[in-house]
Structure formats: C-alpha cells, structure tokens
C-alpha cells in the first residue's frame, strides 16, 4: 500500500515539475520580442517538459501495474525531431533576415542558407 | 559470406534500431515479435540504403552510451539556467549572440549528432552549416562571453564525437 502512495507522489512529482517547464517555455515565447530568442523557449519544452510528463506517465503505468514503455519511444522521436523543426525555423529567419545578420564562417565563403545562385542574386538586385 | 552478409545488413545499427523499436511498440517480448523486428529491420534497411550509400566505418557504441548519458544531465542542467533567465533576465538586458563553431567533424551523421545536441541543450539553437561545411552556426540566447561558449561546444560535445565517429 505505501508504496502505491510513494509512487503517487512520484507521478505528481514529474508532472509538477514538467508543468513548471511547460509553463516557462509558454512565458518565454511570449517575453521575448526577437525571432531567434522566441525559438529558445520551445526547446525546453520539448526537452524536460515533455520528457517529465512522459515520466509521469510511465511511472503511473507502474503504479497501476500496467507497464508501459511507449513513453521512452515518444521521447526518442521528439528528440530526433525537434532539432530539425528548429533548425528550419532559423534557416527562414536567416533567409527573411529577421534576424542580425550572422558573422561569416571562418573557412568558406559564406552559410549556406545565405548562398544564393548567382543568377538569382541578380534577379533580386534587378527587382529592388 | 561476409559479402553476402553486408548486402543483407548494409547498415547493421539501423537494423538493431528498426528491430528494438518494433518490440517497444508491441510493448512485450516475445519470440515472435523479436524475429519479426529482425525481418522489418532488414527490409526496412535494405530497401533504403540506395539513399544511404556511405556507411560510417565505425561507430562506437560504449561512447555513445556515455555521451548520451552527459547530454541528458546537460540539457537537464541547461533547463534550469535557461528557466531562470526566462523568469528573471528582461529583454532590454538580454544578450543574445551568433556564434561560429569551427567543425572538425567530416561524417554527415557526426555533424547531424552535433546540430542535434546544441539544439535539445536549451539556451543554444544550431542555425546553419556553412556552405562547404567547415563550421556551424550557433545562436545563444543569453551570454557574456560567446567566445567560452564555442570553447565548451568543442571541448564537450566536439572532441567526444570524434571518438564516436572515428
């Protein structure tokens, strides 16, 4: 029985401290006024945010003796993912120029975003 | 044999991967759902490797078992800096800053393992590769000193992934 009630506070643990983040993260996006700062906020989210609450859910699936493993695969596929969706988020504020300009690289011409073919860079200057 | 074994399994790790993933959805072991894993992850492997023509050489495991183990306790460790400039540190006073990581990594899956940490770590975004992919793009939201920053990405992530992929 006190083990079903440690596990109990264990689940409402995870899910306080998983709120907490989530909530961060929502006040975050709001806070912040730039493009590139707004994409910091998600990524916590989708890291201890989520994983806690998929913790929860794993641990309560224990608790009630329903194991379940489904969680870790969800937070494998988020953090495979994630990354990519920020990424491209900040390859459009480049390519928009939302942002500050970027430094050049130290080796190569210039980001790849940025390296337009030369036809078109002069279609562009033709347009403006 | 071997021939025949690496036309099989041109990615032996993928098909691991396909195969253990295919048991945790069934959400029980059994025989059964095991060699099924094991056919899925071949087909699956097999089918796409024409997208996949260059195999990494070596892969070591037991290190990226540890490195995934450092980069759980630093997001872990990041969150709570970043929850904290979230909540305390105004905008006006925020100082966000690009950086330039200079890549010494050459593998494709190296560099995407790279992009992918700095990014799950909150506080640090990976933008962009340069356009021959000598170096990486970073955007950190809040900093003093960008130049300490790239240090800890080399030191830290960098020089353990050349031992992954060496």
Same mark, same amino acid.
């Given at each position: 029985?006190?083990?079903?009630?440690?596990?109990?506070?264990?689940?409402?643990?995870?899910?306080?401290?998983?709120?907490?983040?989530?909530?961060?993260?929502?006040?975050?996006?709001?806070?912040?006024?730039?493009?590139?700062?707004? =994409?910091?906020?998600?990524? $916590?989210?989708?890291?201890?945010?989520?994983?806690?609450?998929?913790? /929860?859910?794993?641990?309560?699936?224990?608790?009630?003796? *329903?194991?379940?493993?489904?969680?870790?695969?969800?937070?494998?596929?988020?953090?495979?993912?994630?990354?990519?969706?920020?990424?491209?988020?900040?390859?459009?504020?480049?390519?928009?120029? @939302?942002?500050?300009?970027?430094?050049?690289?130290? *080796? @190569?011409?210039?980001?790849?975003?940025?390296?337009?073919?030369?036809? @078109?860079? $002069?279609?562009?200057?033709?347009?403006? | 044999? $071997?021939? /025949?074994?690496?036309?099989?399994?041109?990615?032996?790790?993928?098909?691991?991967?396909?195969?253990?993933?295919?048991?945790?959805?069934?959400?029980?072991?059994?025989?059964?759902?095991?060699?099924?894993?094991?056919?899925?992850?071949?087909?699956?492997?097999?089918?796409?490797?024409?997208?996949?023509?260059?195999? &990494? $050489?070596?892969?070591?495991?037991?290190?990226?078992?540890?490195?995934?183990?450092?980069?759980?306790?630093?997001? =872990?460790? /990041?969150?709570?800096?970043?929850?904290?400039?979230? =909540?305390?540190? &105004?905008?006006?006073? =925020?100082?966000?800053?690009?950086?330039?990581?200079?890549?010494?990594?050459?593998? &494709?899956?190296?560099?995407?393992?790279?992009?992918?940490?700095?990014?799950?770590?909150?506080?640090?975004?990976?933008?962009?590769?340069?356009?021959?992919?000598?170096?990486?793009?970073?955007?950190?939201?809040?900093?003093?000193?960008?130049?300490?920053?790239?240090?800890?990405?080399?030191?830290?992530?960098?020089?353990?992934?050349?031992?992954?992929?060496?």
């Amino acid at each position: 029985m006190s083990a079903d009630i440690i596990g109990t506070y264990a689940v409402a643990f995870c899910l306080l401290i998983g709120s907490f983040f989530t909530i961060v993260g929502v006040i975050g996006l709001l806070k912040f006024n730039t493009p590139m700062s707004r =994409l910091h906020a998600p990524t $916590k989210v989708g890291t201890v945010g989520i994983g806690m609450l998929l913790a /929860a859910s794993m641990l309560h699936s224990f608790v009630i003796g *329903q194991t379940s493993i489904h969680e870790l695969l969800i937070m494998g596929f988020l953090f495979v993912t994630a990354p990519i969706s920020a990424n491209f988020i900040a390859k459009v504020n480049i390519h928009r120029g @939302d942002c500050e300009t970027p430094p050049s690289p130290l *080796q @190569d011409d210039t980001w790849s975003t940025l390296n337009t073919p030369q036809e @078109d860079r $002069k279609n562009e200057a033709a347009g403006q | 044999m $071997k021939r /025949a074994f690496l036309w099989l399994v041109p990615h032996p790790f993928v098909t691991l991967l396909l195969a253990v993933v295919w048991i945790l959805l069934q959400n029980e072991v059994s025989a059964g759902m095991v060699v099924f894993g094991i056919i899925l992850g071949i087909v699956i492997s097999r089918g796409t490797s024409i997208w996949w023509p260059n195999t &990494p $050489k070596s892969f070591r495991l037991d290190k990226m078992v540890t490195y995934s183990v450092m980069v759980i306790w630093d997001i =872990l460790v /990041a969150n709570i800096q970043v929850a904290w400039i979230v =909540l305390t540190v &105004p905008n006006a006073k =925020l100082k966000p800053a690009w950086i330039v990581v200079p890549l010494e990594l050459r593998q &494709p899956e190296a560099i995407t393992v790279l992009a992918g940490t700095i990014t799950l770590t909150p506080g640090t975004v990976s933008a962009d590769l340069s356009d021959e992919g000598h170096s990486l793009l970073v955007h950190v939201l809040h900093t003093d000193d960008p130049d300490a920053v790239r240090d800890d990405i080399v030191n830290r992530y960098q020089s353990r992934l050349k031992e992954i992929f060496v």
